[in-house]
């Protein structure tokens, strides 16, 4: 079949060159606002008498009406087009004749593909926000249902000082509202019109730039038509954005691996979100979490795919340019995956408050609050600090831990002891006392799940 494009080149193709050249396989699904964008655009070209008012209206009815049927499944989208656009307007006219001819008017393949992607991404900015939202909900909730379960917290993977559980994940709710500011401040720079650049040098027709931007909610035409139709910044800033979220996710889901390992066993994962092995019958693998951190290895490569294929190409559009949407519907695609499926695995987890205790009894983690103590008692942080550490090691070599070291032996090391000092060094005792702001103590995650939720 000859091609659009036949004139100064015969229109004939390799039948290989054709599946190369084409990207209707994966820029079909942007069809819905591609046929938003042509209806504004055609409105355009009425109102401003560019073409015929009532040429405009024919094409807006035929355009609504391939909608409806693709949307209903009677229309078919023909895989042999080059993309998705050629689709559009080929259908066009075979349903309206030479009218249809006339959308094309002012306007070019790559201001088009520009327009479509920003409106297709735009929609999946605020789903992945909304997503975002409910993680975070659920994560709020599991905080203030396990409010006061302590457990060791970690540094270099060792135990460090006694936690709440709940502050621990509470972190993540951190995490994922600076995600939710980033995907809002990427949309800002997205939601930008540029159609009406034409190719590239804008247009020799009386168009209304800002009546299509309007039109299509955006906050305004881009300024430089070349800009407009290079422009991949919006998909690379979404990439990186996604890629965040996705190094969130994956840190988190290495803690509810670890945490639901027999060597922790601080969570157990839900049977819906836990999967068996074909031979070991004893297995609960957790697999939603490890294919999280799997999949994030991808979305990062769709990013570094990106970037590469950018720094390269002059102004202004070029083919390559092609190759920028597997990469942002894949990682579009898993992200909102990983965080409906991320969500419901945190949503139907339980903790093991009785492990997170025992883990947090064995670890010498109120060795700092012993300091403190002696610092309490008058003495200086530095000296208090060797002399925990000497009575930590003693304790090593004597099979004691922190709460079971006689008093007498305590006053070998220092005279400020008194019997008060199991009091301050009970778990319970050190997360209580952290009342710094942001702190582990109770009053601090109440407050930060108070905070964060009304920020939502
Ligand atoms: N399918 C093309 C793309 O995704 C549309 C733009 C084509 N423009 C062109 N000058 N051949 O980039």
């Known amino acids: 079949m000859k091609k659009m494009w036949e004139g100064v080149t015969s229109g004939v193709t390799e039948s290989i060159a054709d599946d190369f050249n084409s990207s209707i396989s994966f820029d079909s699904r942007m069809y819905e606002q591609d046929i938003k964008g042509s209806i504004v655009h055609a409105l355009m070209l009425g109102e401003k008498e560019i073409i015929a008012k009532d040429e405009a209206e024919k094409i807006v009815v035929g355009l609504e009406g391939i909608l409806k049927d693709i949307k209903s499944g009677s229309l078919k989208i023909d ?7 050629m689709f559009v307007e080929q259908e066009l006219t075979d349903r309206l004749g030479d009218v249809g001819k006339k959308l094309h008017t002012a306007r070019s393949r790559n201001d088009q593909v520009a327009l479509d992607l ?3 991404l735009r929609n999946d900015v605020d789903e992945i926000s909304e997503l975002l939202k409910k993680l975070i909900k659920i994560i709020c909730q599991k905080a203030e249902e396990n409010k006061e379960q302590i457990m060791p917290g970690y540094t270099h993977l060792q135990r460090a000082q006694p936690i709440l559980w709940s502050h621990h994940i509470m972190a993540y709710a951190m995490m994922f509202l600076r995600d939710l ?7 800002k720079r997205m939601n930008i019109c540029p159609i009406g650049s034409c190719a ?3 247009t020799t027709y009386d168009t209304d730039r800002f009546f299509e931007s309007e039109n299509l909610g955006f906050d305004g035409p881009c300024l430089n038509s070349i800009d407009g139709v290079s422009d991949r910044d919006f998909v690379a800033e979404l990439l990186s954005d996604i890629s965040v979220i996705m190094m969130h996710l994956s840190r988190f889901s290495e803690e509810i691996i670890l945490w639901s390992s027999w060597e922790f066993k601080f969570i157990e994962l839900s049977d819906s979100y836990t999967t068996g092995s074909s031979i070991m019958p004893q297995k609960r693998n957790p697999d939603m979490a490890e294919l999280v951190r799997g999949k994030t290895g991808r979305v990062y490569g769709d990013l570094m795919g990106l970037l590469t294929t950018l720094k390269g190409i ?3 559009y070029n083919k390559d340019m092609q190759e920028d949407k597997e990469g942002i519907f894949d990682a579009v695609d898993t992200v909102k995956m990983s965080l409906k499926v991320f969500s419901g695995m945190i949503e139907t987890l339980k903790t093991k408050p009785e492990n997170m ?6 670890g010498f983690i109120n060795a700092t609050d012993l300091a403190d103590y002696l610092v309490k008692k008058g003495d200086a942080f530095r000296n208090a600090y060797k002399i925990s550490g000497r009575i930590v090691a003693d304790c090593m070599k004597n099979g ?17 002891f008194q019997d008060d000092v199991y009091e301050f060094i009970s778990l319970e005792e050190c997360v209580n006392k952290r009342i710094s702001f942001g702190g582990t103590g109770p009053m601090s995650v109440i407050h930060q799940i108070k905070t964060v939720l009304a920020s939502l």
């Open 79 to 85: 895989m042999s087009c080059e993309d998705i656009h």
């Open 181 to 187: 500011d980033r995907l809002k401040d990427c949309r």
């Open 118 to 120: 920003r409106l297709t």
């Open 400 to 416: 004691y831990v922190l709460e079971t070291y006689p008093i007498e032996k305590y006053k070998e090391f220092s005279e400020l």
């Open 314 to 316: 002059p102004l202004a």
């Open 357 to 362: 205790r025992t883990a947090a009894n064995k």
């Open 200 to 202: 590239l040098a804008g």
